[in-house]
C-alpha cells in the first residue's frame, strides 16, 4: 500500500525572502563595498604621488632654489580636494569602479585620467587662475596614470592570489544540449575576473536544474541558450533567483544581431529596425584618426625592429623579406596584407597537400600547430606575432584598421555562411578581440560572435583597451602558432 505524501500548505509568494536580501547577493554587496572602497584609495595614493611627483620635477627644472618640499605640498593640498572628487566622478563613469569581471585596465586609466586633466585646465582657465607652464597637466597626467595603473595592476594580481589561496570558486552549472554545453565550456576557459570556476554539473534544461539548484549552494547557472522555450527559461530564471543564483545566458550567434535594433514608434506592433553594424560620420572620422595618429607612430618607432626583422628573414631563408597575402576586405573586395615572409618559399603551393592536416574546427579556417612550411626565423615571428607589425602599412593606406574583424584568406572566406559576411561592412584589424580571447585556440564561431560584439559596442577606448591586452597576449603565447 503506498501514501501520498501530505499536500503542501499553500504559501503567498509574497513570503519567500527577495533575492536581493538572501546571502549571496549581501555578502556579494559586501564584498563589492570593499573593493571599491579600496579602489577609490588605491587612486587616491596615485592621485597624490603622481601630482607631488610632477610638482617636484618642475621645482627641479624650472627654480634654480633648492627644492621645498613643504610648499610642494601646500600647492598640491589647495588642489587635491577638487582633483579628488573629479578623479573619482570620472573613474566611475568610465567603468573602473565596476564588479572584478567588467573592470577595465590602463587601457581605460590612461584615457580616464587625461581627461581628468583637460577637465581640470578648463577649470582653472574658467576661474582665472595664474599659470607658469601648462606643461604640469601633461607630466601630471603622464605621472598619475602611470601609478595608478600601476597600483591597480597589482592590487588586482594580489586579489586574485588571495582569491585562488583562499580557494575562492565560482560553483557553476551548465545547462542546455550536450553539444550546446561542450561549446560553452570551452569558450569559458577556466577562469572569469580573476576567479576560477567549479563546474559541479552539466544538465539538460529539465527537471535536472530543479534538482541541481536544490541540491547544493551554487553561484551561477550558465545557460547555452539553444532551442530552450522561452516559458522554460523563465522558469529557470525564476527557480534561481529564488535562492540567491545568478544566471548568465550564453546567447546564439544570430541574437547578436538584434543588439543593434532601434525602436519604430506609431505602429500596432512593435517594430524594430535592424541597423547595419558599421561606422559612419563621427565615429568613422574618429576611429581614421586613431588609426593614424597610431599607426605612423609604429612605424617611426619601431623602425628599427623593422630593420633586424628583415634582416634575420633575409639570411634565414631563400625569398622576399616581405609577403602580400590575398586577403578579404571592406566590402567583400580583395586587397593584399603585407607581412614579413614566415615559410619557405612557395608555400602556397603546398597548402592543398595539407587539407588534411588543418587543426581549425568545423575546417573553416586553416590552422595547422607544427606547419612544415614555416622557417625556423618565421615561427619565432609568429609565435610574437611580429610577421604581422607590416600590416600597419595596409592601416595607413586605409585597407585596414588597428582594430576590427581579423581579414581571412580566400580559402577561409570562400567557406563561410552568408550571414558571417556582415562582418565585412567594417574595415578588417590588425588585432581584435578574437586575438586578445584566444587567438587559434578559438572556433571559428567563436570569432563570429566576438566580431559582432565588438561592432555593436565599439568605441575608442574599447580599442585603447584592445591594443594594450594584445601585447600580454602575445608575450603569453596564447594559441599562437
Known amino acids: 500500500m503506498t501514501t501520498n505524501p501530505a499536500p503542501r500548505p499553500p504559501e503567498d509568494v509574497r513570503a519567500v525572502r527577495p533575492y536581493l536580501f538572501t546571502r549571496t547577493p549581501v555578502r556579494t554587496l559586501a564584498r563589492r563595498l570593499v573593493s571599491m572602497l579600496t579602489l577609490v584609495l588605491v587612486d587616491i595614493c596615485g592621485l597624490v604621488i603622481g601630482l607631488y611627483a610632477a610638482l617636484a620635477l618642475r621645482a627641479a627644472i624650472f627654480d634654480p632654489k633648492p627644492i621645498l618640499w613643504g610648499f610642494l605640498w601646500d600647492q598640491e593640498t589647495k588642489w587635491l580636494p577638487f582633483l579628488l ?13 565596476a564588479p ?10 590612461f584615457p580616464s585620467v587625461f581627461l581628468v586633466a583637460i577637465l581640470s585646465l578648463a577649470f582653472a582657465i574658467g576661474t582665472g587662475q595664474h599659470f607658469t607652464t601648462f606643461g604640469l597637466y601633461v607630466v601630471g597626467a603622464v605621472f598619475v596614470a602611470a601609478l595608478i595603473g600601476l597600483f591597480r595592476a597589482s592590487y588586482e594580481t594580489a586579489t586574485g592570489i588571495a582569491l585562488r589561496g583562499l580557494g575562492v570558486r565560482r560553483k557553476v552549472v551548465l545547462v542546455g544540449d550536450p553539444d550546446a554545453r561542450a561549446a560553452l565550456r570551452t569558450s569559458l576557459g577556466e577562469t572569469r575576473g580573476g576567479i576560477e570556476y567549479a563546474f559541479v554539473g552539466e544538465i539538460e534544461p529539465g527537471p535536472q536544474v530543479d534538482e541541481a539548484l536544490a541540491r547544493e549552494p551554487l553561484d551561477e547557472l550558465l545557460v547555452a541558450d539553444t532551442g530552450i522555450e522561452e516559458a522554460r527559461l523563465l ?4 527557480a534561481a533567483h529564488r ?3 545568478k544566471v548568465r545566458v550564453a546567447p546564439r550567434t544570430t541574437e547578436l544581431l538584434i543588439q543593434r535594433g ?17 561606422f559612419a560620420g563621427t565615429d568613422f572620422a574618429t576611429k581614421r584618426a586613431f588609426d593614424l595618429l597610431v599607426g605612423s607612430l609604429i612605424v617611426v618607432v619601431g623602425l628599427p625592429v623593422w630593420l ?9 631563408s631563400r625569398g622576399p623579406v616581405f609577403y602580400a597575402d590575398a586577403r578579404i576586405g571592406l566590402g567583400e573586395t580583395e586587397f593584399r596584407m603585407l607581412k614579413f615572409r614566415t615559410m619557405v618559399e612557395g608555400a602556397d603551393r603546398q597548402k592543398a ?7 581549425s574546427a568545423g575546417g573553416v579556417l586553416f590552422k595547422i600547430r607544427d606547419d612544415p612550411r614555416i622557417t625556423r626565423v618565421g615561427r619565432m615571428l609568429r609565435r610574437l606575432s611580429l610577421d604581422e607589425i607590416p600590416n600597419v602599412i595596409n592601416v595607413l593606406r586605409g585597407e585596414m584598421s588597428l582594430v576590427g574583424p581579423r581579414p581571412l584568406p580566400i580559402r577561409d572566406y570562400e567557406r563561410l555562411e552568408p550571414w558571417h559576411r556582415r562582418r565585412y561592412l567594417v574595415l578588417p584589424g590588425m588585432t581584435g578581440l578574437w586575438q586578445i580571447a584566444g587567438r587559434s585556440d578559438l572556433s571559428f564561431d567563436d570569432l563570429v560572435r566576438l566580431d559582432f560584439y565588438y561592432l555593436e559596442n565599439w568605441s575608442i577606448w574599447l580599442d585603447v583597451t584592445i591594443l594594450f591586452k594584445t601585447p600580454f597576449v602575445v608575450l603569453g603565447r596564447k594559441g599562437a602558432y
Open 100 to 109: 572584478r569581471e567588467l573592470r577595465e585596465g590602463a587601457g581605460r586609466v
Open 235 to 238: 522558469e529557470i530564471v525564476e
Open 243 to 245: 535562492r540567491g543564483v
Open 308 to 316: 633586424v626583422i628583415a634582416l634575420a628573414v633575409k639570411l634565414s
Open 85 to 97: 572628487l573629479l578623479l573619482v566622478l570620472v573613474f566611475w563613469r568610465a567603468g573602473l569602479y
Open 262 to 278: 532601434e525602436y519604430v514608434p506609431g505602429q500596432g506592433v512593435p517594430l524594430f529596425e535592424l541597423r547595419p553594424p558599421m
Open 353 to 359: 597537400a595539407l587539407e588534411r592536416a588543418n587543426e
